[in-house]
C-alpha cells in the first residue's frame, strides 16, 4: 500500500490548516488563559428560541426538511431580509437554508466557478474564503484592504485584479477579522466594478445585526446589484446560535437552482429543530438581539479606547465584535506578539497573518468577553506591550 497520505487530493493535500486552531490548542493546554481569539458570542442563544427547539423535539419533528428548509422558515427570512435590509427575495426559490454561514459560502462559490475561474478574495478575510475558492476549482486572487484606509478597500484596488476569468468578488462587511463596515457609497463603488466587468459579489453577511453606529446597508439593497450578488447570512452571530449550525443563502433563482442541487446532494437539509428555533428567533428574537447589541457596542467603546490608551493604534470597528490593533510599535511580528504575550500574559489573541498578508502587524482581539476578564486582558497586554517597548 501506499503511504496514506498519497490517497488525499493534491488540492486537499496542499491546503494549510487553520491558523487559528494552532492558537487554541497551544492556549487548552494552560491554565488561567484569557481568550480574546474565539470569534463568537459570548451569549447564550435566548430561552425562547431554545424553548421552540425543545418543543420542536416534543411534537417529534425529528424527519427531514424540504431541501431548502422549512417553507415557514424561508417566508421568515424574507420578512426579514425586506424588513431589515429592504432587499426582496421569493421564499420558494431565492432562499436556501444551510448548516451555517459556512456551508452557503462553500454552496456559493461551487455554484458558480469553473476550473481556473478567478474569485477576488479582499484580505485581511475570514480563512476559509481562499480555501473554498480553491476546493470549488477556483483560483483564489488576493487584493490587500489597508490599515491607512481603516481596511476599506479601494475600487481602484479591486479594478486593478480583474482579468478576463474574474468570476466572483467575495466581500465582508462588517468584517472578520478588522470590523470594519462599509457605507452605502462605498459599496457603491464597488457595486460599479462589479456592474463594469460583469462580475457576481458573494456578500458574506453575517454580521449585519452587529452594528453600531450606523444603518445596515446590505450589497443586494445597492441599485441593480440584486441580480448580481449572493447574499450569505445566518444566525450564528447576531442571534448567538453558533452551535445550531444555522445559516441561509439569498440569491437569484437561476443560482438558488445550482446551490440546491449540491445542498440536495451534499447535505440534504438543515437541521430540523434548529430551523424551528430560528422561526422563533426572527419572530420574537429582535429585542434580544438589540440588548447583545448594545452590550457589544459598550465593550467595543472600552476594548478600543484603552487599545488606544496603551499605544496599540486600532481603528473604531464599525461592526462584529473584532478589534484589529497595530502592533507594529512592538517590532515584533503578529505570531511572535500572539505567541510570546499567550506565554509571558496568559492573553489569547489570533495574529492577523493568519487572515492573509495585509493582517501581519496586527492581531485580532475579540470583545465578546465579560468586562471583567477584557479589563483584566487589558492589564496584561498593557503589561506586556511596557516590557518590550
Ligand atoms: N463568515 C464570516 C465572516 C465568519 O466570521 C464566520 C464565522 O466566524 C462565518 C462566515 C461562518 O459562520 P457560521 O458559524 O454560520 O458557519
Avoid at 57 to 75: F, K, V
Avoid at 111 to 136: K, N, Q, R, W
Avoid at 303 to 308: E, I, N, Q, R
Avoid at 345 to 374: I, T, W
Wanted: proline share 4%; net charge negative; with cysteine.
Amino acid at each position: 500500500m501506499k503511504q496514506k497520505t498519497a490517497y488525499v487530493s493534491k488540492t486537499v493535500g496542499q491546503l494549510k490548516p487553520s491558523g487559528i486552531r494552532r492558537f487554541f490548542d497551544l492556549a487548552a493546554g494552560m491554565e488561567g488563559v484569557i481568550s480574546l481569539g474565539v470569534g463568537e458570542p459570548d451569549f447564550v442563544t435566548s430561552w425562547s428560541v431554545r424553548e421552540a427547539a425543545i418543543l420542536s423535539l416534543e411534537q417529534g419533528y425529528t424527519s427531514y426538511t424540504a431541501n431548502a428548509g422549512l417553507l415557514e422558515l424561508r417566508e421568515e427570512i424574507s420578512y426579514y431580509m425586506e424588513k431589515q435590509f429592504e432587499v426582496r427575495y421569493a421564499p420558494d426559490s431565492e432562499i436556501i437554508v444551510t448548516v451555517g454561514a459556512s456551508q452557503a459560502l462553500d454552496i456559493a462559490l461551487r455554484a458558480v466557478l469553473d476550473p481556473g475561474d478567478e474569485a477576488i478574495v479582499i484580505e485581511p478575510c475570514f480563512v476559509s474564503y481562499a480555501p473554498l475558492v480553491t476546493m470549488a476549482g477556483g483560483v483564489p486572487v488576493h487584493v490587500q484592504s489597508l490599515k491607512e484606509n481603516d481596511f476599506k478597500i479601494q475600487p481602484s484596488q479591486l479594478e486593478e485584479a480583474v482579468t478576463e476569468r474574474t468570476k466572483i468578488i467575495m466581500l465582508c462587511s462588517p468584517n472578520n477579522p478588522t470590523g470594519t463596515l462599509l457605507s452605502k457609497s462605498e459599496l457603491e463603488g464597488i457595486a460599479a466594478i462589479a456592474e463594469k466587468y460583469d462580475l457576481l459579489v458573494l456578500s458574506d453577511e453575517i454580521y449585519a445585526e452587529l452594528v453600531y453606529d450606523e444603518k445596515y446597508a446590505s450589497m443586494a439593497a445597492i441599485s441593480h446589484m440584486q441580480e448580481r450578488t449572493i447574499v450569505v447570512s445566518g444566525f450564528s452571530k447576531g442571534f448567538a446560535m453558533t452551535g445550531w449550525r444555522l445559516g441561509f443563502v439569498c440569491a437569484p433563482e437561476e443560482i438558488c437552482a445550482a446551490m440546491l442541487k449540491i445542498h440536495q446532494y451534499a447535505m440534504m437539509c438543515a437541521p430540523t429543530m434548529a430551523q424551528h428555533a430560528a422561526i422563533e428567533a426572527l419572530k420574537n428574537g429582535s429585542g434580544d438581539v438589540e440588548e447583545m447589541r448594545k452590550s457589544y457596542r459598550r465593550r467595543r467603546n472600552y476594548f478600543v479606547h484603552s487599545l488606544t490608551e496603551i499605544g496599540l493604534e486600532c481603528h473604531v470597528p464599525g461592526g462584529a465584535f473584532y478589534a484589529f490593533p497595530s502592533i507594529e510599535k512592538t517590532g515584533l511580528s503578529s505570531e511572535q506578539f500572539a505567541e510570546q504575550l499567550l506565554i509571558m500574559e496568559k492573553v489569547a489573541v489570533v495574529p492577523g497573518n493568519v487572515f492573509g498578508d495585509s493582517g501581519e502587524g496586527h492581531v485580532r482581539c475579540s470583545y465578546a468577553s465579560s468586562m471583567e476578564q477584557l479589563q483584566e486582558a487589558l492589564k496584561r497586554i498593557n503589561r506586556f506591550v511596557d516590557s518590550i517597548c
